[in-house]
Nanobody
Framework: QVQLVESGGGLVQAGGSLRLSCAAS????????MGWFRQAPGKERDFVAA????????TYADSVKGRLTISRDNAKNTVYLQMNSLKPEDTAVYYC????WGQGGPRQESYDYWGQGTQVTVSS
């Protein structure tokens, strides 16, 4: 069956960096757009970034542009989220998601598979 497993979360001070990974199995990874979403305590889950299945074009939420970078390694069936200049408001559970073909993007209902999430906590 399809599995998306996130890793790399943890506790970091404001201004620090983390790199999240999402390893995919059970699917043809190169045929899927991939996205990252996050859910802060008491809030709805929000879009963070997405990368397309073919050309690797990317889209970002305005709140993370210039600080977070999504990338993918199709040979390793893995998508990454490099997080720099972290702020306390970046604290959330981060989820990766897979969408068959297409661009990806902020519409959560368009994604076919989801991981279990990894906690990121940024202290001030």
């Amino acid at each position: 069956q399809v599995q998306l497993v996130e890793s790399g979360g943890g506790l970091v001070q404001a201004g620090g960096s983390l790199r999240l990974s999402c390893a995919a199995s059970g699917l043809t990874f190169g045929s899927y757009a991939m996205g990252w979403f996050r859910q802060a305590p008491g809030k709805e889950r929000d879009f963070v970034a997405a990368i397309s299945w073919r050309r690797g074009s990317t889209t970002y939420a305005d709140s993370v542009k210039g600080r977070l970078t999504i990338s993918r390694d199709n040979a390793k069936n893995t998508v990454y989220l490099q997080m720099n200049s972290l702020k306390p408001e970046d604290t959330a559970v981060y989820y990766c998601a897979a969408k068959y073909w297409g661009q990806g993007g902020p519409r959560q209902e368009s994604y076919d598979y989801w991981g279990q999430g990894t906690q990121v906590t940024v202290s001030s």
